[in-house]
């Protein structure tokens, strides 16, 4: 009996430390192997490149005010027009009666103040003559414009919806579009805004034209910034004296920002959250990894500018290792 007891104790014993082993084995804090680098601020050519598509500086559609057959469209696709050039005339039919009205109407004009001047006619037959004159030139000059419609300024004629004889039903006869001058939107990231004036020069590129570069300006930069996009507009103003560009085409803008210094690291060291956009890096903090989320800026081949308050010069940043940690893990730096 006493030498089984003694075997129990002991077993007992064993279990014990097998326990005490299994815990401290179980509380050993996990440990990442990483290398990192120091990050150090950098003098960079602040540049962004965006594409966009050109559109006609100006565009009119040739829509006349007033209903009717189509008498003559002088121009066709293609055709580059002046300003004032004739477009399309109309149904004469009204303009020439209320030319016939107006010449009548002058005539009564000129008689009833003669007889005003004599004391033959009253202010108010006078009054009543002089408003229908008036009135009458109005809708003179109304149908004068509406009917023997010009260009209201140079450019190419884009389209055209209607024949000789056609009844005008509300869609535009033709499209004017200038062509000289171009403009196009572009979309800037809202980091840019305070960089971003008016008047500052750019250039484009088309894949169409290779090695040539075309010059631009900034003529408008929108106040309001895009909530779903995080962006704003700005429009650009492009000389095309040469015709070389043409509304529709696609072109890439480079705009030069100005130097700044800024922070940079390898492009692999920055994490994406899976299932979203955002971006992060890990520092070493006292040993620990840290996660901290970043905003991507301007790519330099293998490297990229990376932004946030919590990265700045002196701070040591994981460049190996980064794809294994979690927030607070405690890493081991190596050569």
């Known amino acids: 009996m006493k030498k089984n007891f003694m075997y129990l104790l002991a077993a007992l014993a064993l279990i014990g430390c097998g326990s005490k ?99 033959s006619a009253t202010q108010q037959q006078y009054d009543q003559v002089i408003t229908q004159y008036n009135s009458t030139k109005e809708q003179l000059d109304f149908l004068q414009t509406n009917t023997y419609v010009k260009a209201p300024f140079a450019g190419v004629i884009a389209a055209k919806n209607y024949e000789d004889g056609e009844l005008y039903s509300g869609q535009p006869i033709l499209v004017l579009t200038q062509i000289d001058k171009l403009k196009a939107l572009v ?51 492009i000389p095309n004296g040469k015709y070389l560009l043409r509304p529709g085409m696609y072109v890439t803008t480079t705009i030069g920002l100005g130097k700044a210094k800024v922070i940079v690291a390898p492009y692999q060291t920055v994490e994406k959250l899976v299932g979203a956009n955002d971006r992060y890096v890990f520092i070493n903090e006292n040993g620990r990894a840290k996660r901290v989320a970043v905003e991507l800026g301007q790519r330099f081949d293998q490297e990229i500018e990376i932004i946030s308050p919590e990265i700045v010069p002196g701070v040591e940043l994981v460049t190996t290792g980064q794809h294994k940690l979690v927030d607070g893990v405690k890493i081991n730096v190596v050569e």
Request: charged residues 25%; without cysteine; negative net charge.
């Open 21 to 119: 082993e299994s815990t401290a084995t179980q509380e050993e804090e996990r440990v990442e192997q990483v290398r990192t680098t120091v990050l150090q601020p950098r003098e960079i050519e602040r540049e962004i490149t965006v594409s966009t598509n050109l559109q006609g500086y100006l565009t009119q559609n040739v829509a006349p005010s007033i209903t009717g057959k189509i008498e003559h469209i002088y121009r066709e696709v293609g055709d580059r027009v002046s300003k004032g050039t004739d477009l399309v005339r109309m149904d004469q039919t009204q303009y020439k009666t209320t030319k016939i009205s107006m010449a009548n109407l002058e005539v009564e004009k000129n008689r009833i103040t003669q007889l005003l001047r004599s004391g």
């Open 187 to 237: 979309a800037i990231p809202e980091s840019y805004f305070p960089m971003f004036k008016a008047g500052m020069k750019l250039t484009l590129t088309s894949e169409i034209y290779p090695g040539q570069t075309f010059p631009a300006t900034v003529e408008i930069v929108y106040p309001t910034i895009d909530a779903s996009s995080h962006t704003f507009q700005a429009k650009i103003v």
